[in-house]
């Protein structure tokens, strides 16, 4: 149920702005084997669909396509790299640049929460840091710099990685005496979180999902990485 849940969360992705995503017919009146055979070509015409978008993708449209099959670390790190770079990999206290789309797997009202497209505002941290304003979530950083079966990735390159909560945003969804959500933004923990102002709706749907008390339980977090080079875009 986790892969389905996950391959439909990567499908949406991968529907370019302007096509619509599929939308299966409701059974009306139907019995029950019916509906299960309506219910598998739903899932059928989804991969089909997700497929066929793919080869519809340009550039400027999305950060990563047509991407091989995904690996698994021994943390629970998923990856699969659209583009290897080139260069040399980064390493503790390497400044890193990067933009990312980011989604979820858990969300009611679509997949996707926020790309840095939207505000031309590359995502920056410093591998291994402890500071305020240069953390990273664990996973990010095993993404980008390696470790436990994960090659690193070179500037230039493109990642897509799935990121368990273990490594994810798990520490803001402890809960806080008297408190719904944490105090979580830009700047203040772990990143990457959308920018506010510049991406209220945005920041407001990841809160809801990774930085809510009320919600213990966190999906597991899909990004598309593009890595820059030490020196930034």
């Known amino acids: 149920m986790r892969n389905a849940a996950v391959a439909v969360s990567l499908s949406l992705l991968l529907v370019p702005p302007g096509v619509a995503a599929f939308q299966p017919e409701q059974p009306q009146n139907k ?18 669909t997700s497929a ?12 990563a396509a047509d991407l091989p099959p ?18 040399q990999p980064f390493s503790k206290g390497s400044s890193v640049a990067m933009d990312y789309t980011m989604q979820t797997t858990g969300a009611r009202y679509g997949t996707k929460i926020y790309s840095t497209a939207n505000t031309n505002n590359p995502f920056r941290f410093v ?9 990273a979530i664990k996973g990010l950083e095993q993404a980008i710099v390696g ?13 897509r990685v799935i990121i368990p909560s273990s490594l994810g945003y798990e520490s803001l969804a402890k809960p ?9 933004q830009e700047g203040k923990g772990p990143g990457p979180i959308p920018p506010v102002p510049e991406a209220f709706e945005e920041y407001q749907r990841f809160k809801n999902i990774y930085c809510n008390a009320n919600r ?8 598309d990485i593009k890595l820059y080079s030490k020196r930034g875009p």
């Open 31 to 48: 019995n029950h084997n019916d509906v299960l055979e309506t219910s598998r070509r739903a899932i059928l015409q989804r991969v089909v």
């Open 52 to 63: 066929a978008a793919a080869t519809l993708l340009q550039p400027q449209n999305a950060l």
């Open 70 to 87: 995904f690996q698994t670390s021994s943390t629970g790190l998923q990856w699969s790299d659209a583009k290897v770079g080139s260069g």
């Open 127 to 135: 591998v291994g840091s402890t500071k305020e304003g240069e953390l």
């Open 147 to 159: 470790g436990d079966g994960v090659p690193p990735m070179l500037p230039g390159g493109i990642r």
């Open 176 to 184: 806080i005496p008297g408190m719904q959500f944490q105090d979580c």
């Open 216 to 223: 213990p339980y966190q999906p597991d977090l899909v990004m």
